[in-house]
């Protein structure tokens, strides 16, 4: 196991990176920029090393700055959280070199699951569905015209390095395709230094599923079960929870089973989630994230496994100790994404928090790094929070939540506590009756101006 593990990140995650290193008797190290100063991952870990300005590029992407970070320490190993460096295979490549270990996937993994053409064609040799569309990059105009009347409209252009919801157009017709894939090629050079798009049918009201998988690079995996982030705003998750509404037991094991079968067959090693989009009880892939995910909480909450911790078990080279059958999932988990913006706007609304009282009770977590008078800095995400809750069926669950939701207080800042209170009461979200773009339609509807 490992002596000192250094966390390349901030926020909530570091503090859950943190909680898994203590349960397991590992010494911490944090790392912070000058904009951090009085963070609580700061606070609470063993020790702490500035590494540069604000600005994540000089700070939490500085990758010179973290090695020196570990050889200062004396660290053995480094976790990267979500975000900033969790997907850089170079970023792996070089810890390896300094004789550290990175607390992920193998580099060629990262890496290939990074450049998403790579990746759909990995899963469809892996017997994995992917949803249908170019297994090329397009080049010229002509090239994306014939695959678009190839698959048919409506269409969708995505950047192979895209991350984040971005750089993503629909396209509903042959007029509209060359003015968008000039926008689509310009939006991903500038937020991914890589203009490389391709072509996916437009599914119109598909559900987010992800499969929540193990693996300890040995060839054995296991599944963890299925997240429902269908609630999505601009192609970004504000609420998750598992299991999903739409599937039963005998879709569950299909699917998580040709999941674990890829895995072992590609040695996977540590967590990652295998992204679908579900439609007409069809599964189609869209990417595998090659980290701990934002909304791994839900599935924690369902079986009890600690992802952190297994993550960290078999980066140290344990195998992995959970057969498939010692997952057993029990009852149902709802997380909410609270944000420091305004909740109509969703404007950002960084700033000091005059007055914070947490929910607590049976049943209910809080994954934050916020406290009573801390200042939410403006150069990083807007999350103030995960409130995740759990309960023996979803009725209790919802009731919980509503419960939980009436008890936060955040008082200082503006959040999007307002928009979870209104989401736990709307009958399609009570009824489990939601897709993709659900959230977007309620709130065009100006359901929470009124
Ligand atoms: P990113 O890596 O930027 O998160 P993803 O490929 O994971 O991009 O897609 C993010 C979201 O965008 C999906 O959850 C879904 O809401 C939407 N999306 C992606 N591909 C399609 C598609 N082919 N049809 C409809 N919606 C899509």
Not at 124 to 149: F, H, M, N, Y
Not at 235 to 242: A, D, L, N, S, T
């Amino acid at each position: 196991m490992f002596d000192k593990i250094l966390i390349a990140n901030r926020g909530e995650i570091a503090l859950r990176v943190l909680r898994a290193c203590k349960e397991l008797g590992i010494a911490t190290v944090a790392v912070h920029s000058t904009a951090d100063e009085d963070a609580m991952h700061v606070r609470l870990a063993d020790e702490s090393v500035c590494i540069g300005p604000p600005a994540s590029k000089d700070s939490y992407l500085n990758i010179p700055a973290l090695l020196a970070a570990c050889e200062i320490t004396g660290a053995d190993a480094v976790h990267p959280g979500y975000g900033f460096l969790a997907e850089n295979a170079r970023f792996a490549e070089i810890l390896a070199e300094h004789n550290v270990h990175f607390i992920g996937p193998r580099p060629e993994h990262i890496r290939l699951m990074g450049d998403k053409i790579a990746a759909k064609r990995a899963a469809t040799e892996l017997g994995i569905p992917t949803v249908p569309g170019s297994t090329e990059s397009v080049g010229s105009d002509a090239e994306a015209e014939r695959w678009a009347r190839d698959i048919g409209f409506p269409v969708m252009l995505k950047a192979a390095a895209g991350g984040g919801g971005r750089g993503m157009k629909v396209v509903r017709g042959e007029s509209e395709l060359g003015p968008a894939l000039a926008m689509a090629r310009a939006e991903a050079k500038a937020a991914f230094g890589d203009d490389t798009l391709y072509l996916e049918k437009y599914l119109e009201r598909p559900r987010h599923v992800e499969i929540q998988v193990l693996g300890d690079g040995k060839g054995r995996a296991i599944h963890l079960g299925e997240r429902d982030c269908s609630l999505q705003r601009r192609h970004q998750k504000v609420w998750e929870e598992g299991p999903s509404p739409a599937l039963n037991t005998a879709a569950r094991d299909q699917i998580g089973e040709t999941v674990a079968r890829a895995m072992r067959a590609i040695k996977y090693l540590g967590a990652g989630t295998v992204e679908f989009l579900y439609e007409d009880g069809k599964f189609h892939f869209i990417e595998m994230n090659t980290r701990i995910q934002v909304e791994h909480p839900v599935t924690e909450m369902i079986t009890d496994i600690d992802l952190v911790v297994e993550q960290i078990r078999v980066a140290a080279g344990g195998d992995l100790t959970l057969a498939q059958s010692d997952v057993k999932f029990h009852g149902h988990a709802i997380e909410c994404r609270i944000n420091a913006e305004n909740p109509v706007s969703f404007r950002p609304s960084p700033g000091k928090i005059v007055h914070y009282h947490p929910p607590g009770g049976l049943g209910v977590r809080i994954d934050s790094a916020v406290y009573h008078g801390y200042a939410i800095p403006p150069f990083y995400d807007s999350l103030v929070g995960k409130l995740i809750v759990h309960g023996k069926t979803r009725g209790e669950c919802l009731m919980r939540l509503r419960r939980a939701l009436d008890e936060f207080v955040v008082d200082g800042i503006e959040t999007t506590l307002p928009l979870f209170r209104a989401l736990a009461r709307e009958k399609d979200v009570v009824d489990g009756d939601y897709h993709i773009h659900w959230l977007e339609e309620f709130l065009a509807r100006g359901a929470l101006e009124r």
